[in-house]
């Protein structure tokens, strides 16, 4: 009996223990099955609450803003935040909303804790990269609106046109790309762009002219480089042999700063008239100068009142270079004549002749650049003119201008 008892016993535990577990797993199952159907169901509803949120939000936009919402894209920040924005010829506006409760945010709630500050320098700095500083000084300001527009592969910032100068009629944005912003943004920003998009290139098919100063350097030669810089033009300087070793740390930070320095002759003597064993000397030793200051070879000459012969041309292998507007400006030394001169007569393809020894012509550049820029504008080298305009300078060639 003993034995049978056992035996029943030991099949019969065993079976109900299995029965036992079986149910359990699939009760357990059968809950979780409901529990992930009721939590598909939920995140269903979220979804399409969520959807609906935007709508609303998208139609609230368009009616502030009078515009069609066709118009409008919506891109997803991160899990919290949406950006709904316009973008037209004319204007942009965007707006970002906390996705679940259709609050408007800021971008400021996007800036990770403690990074508000790097993210405003990071603005300004590409600001004065791809704007002149009278553009910039405005754009930069604290009061300034921006509208955001989030990209795939980073945010491009907007600015209200009405802040610029009046007379500046562009859209005004710059672009930080991922890498910029990902240490700083709470955006799930992916691919990076490998240059910086902020730098602006010369381009062949703008307006260009070539702002030459002769005479220097002197004094006044540091506020034109300080102007230049500030309008984010070039130039070429003609220097005269006598003035280099008392002014070699201009010289240097011409050359450093990118222009190009040509020779304006040693001493300021008419070619045509200083005898031939000093010829040698007034055309080359700028040339031994300078290299020495910057190691560079000069590669251009502005003779003394432009007064040149075949004979010298032909001897001495430098392009010679002459000009096509001419304000006069070592005659009437005042700013706004000089301006309104230069103004009046440029044209596309132009060798541009000032003095930088004046200080009414540094100040008149001040009026120039802007001007120039806002009408589109670049100020460049004659070198970088004859390079944009496709043709080479030759040496023991006369050029005035690459129109
Ligand atoms: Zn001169």
Redesign the pocket.
């Known amino acids: 009996m003993n034995s049978r008892f056992y035996n029943i016993t030991h099949i019969f535990i065993p079976i109900v223990l299995v029965v036992a577990i079986i149910s359990t797993i699939s009760f357990y199952n059968i809950k979780n099955a409901e529990h992930r159907s009721d939590e598909r169901h939920n995140l269903k509803q979220e979804e399409q609450e969520i959807k609906e949120i935007q709508i609303d939000a998208i139609t609230s936009f368009a009616k502030e803003f009078n515009i069609s919402t066709d118009d409008i894209t919506k891109t997803k920040i991160n899990k919290k935040y949406t950006s709904i924005s316009y973008n037209s010829p004319d204007k942009y506006i965007s707006e970002i909303i906390v996705t679940k409760y259709k609050e408007k945010a800021d971008i400021g709630d996007l800036v990770k804790e403690g990074k508000e500050e790097e993210l405003k320098s990071l603005i300004k700095e590409q600001i004065n990269l791809k704007y002149p500083s009278f553009i910039a000084s405005v754009l930069e300001k604290d009061n300034t609106t921006y509208y955001y527009e989030f990209l795939d592969n980073g945010i491009v910032i907007h600015f209200d046109n009405y802040q610029t100068n009046p007379l500046y009629e562009e859209k005004t944005s710059v672009k930080l790309t991922c890498e910029m912003i990902n240490s700083l943004l709470d955006y799930e920003c992916l691919s990076n762009s490998e240059e910086n998009p902020n730098i602006i290139k010369l381009d062949s098919n703008k307006k260009t002219v070539a702002l030459t100063f002769?005479?220097g350097p002197n004094k006044n030669t540091l506020s034109i480089l300080d102007t230049l810089k500030d309008n984010h033009a070039s130039a070429t300087f003609?220097m005269?042999g006598t003035n280099i070793n008392n002014f070699s740390d201009t010289v240097k930070r011409i050359s450093d700063e990118g222009h190009e320095l040509g020779s304006?002759s040693y001493s300021?003597k008419s070619l045509l008239h200083v005898k031939n064993e000093e010829l040698e000397k007034e055309i080359n030793e700028v040339s031994r100068l300078v290299k020495n200051i910057t190691g560079t070879d000069i590669k251009l000459l502005?003779p003394?009142?432009g007064s040149i012969n075949g004979e010298i041309k032909d001897k001495y292998p430098y392009s010679y270079i002459m000009w096509s507007v001419d304000p006069e400006d070592w005659r009437y030394k005042d700013a706004a004549i000089v301006r309104e001169h230069v103004l009046d007569k440029v044209e596309d393809g132009d060798i541009i002749l000032l003095?930088d020894i004046h200080f009414t012509t540094a100040e008149s550049l001040k009026l120039i650049l802007p001007e120039l820029y806002i009408r589109g504008y670049q100020v460049v080298s004659v070198s970088k003119l004859a390079e944009l305009k496709g043709r080479t300078l030759a040496p023991n060639n006369i050029y005035r201008s690459f129109k």
């Open positions: 002769d005479d003609f005269v304006h300021h502005r003394p009142y003095h």
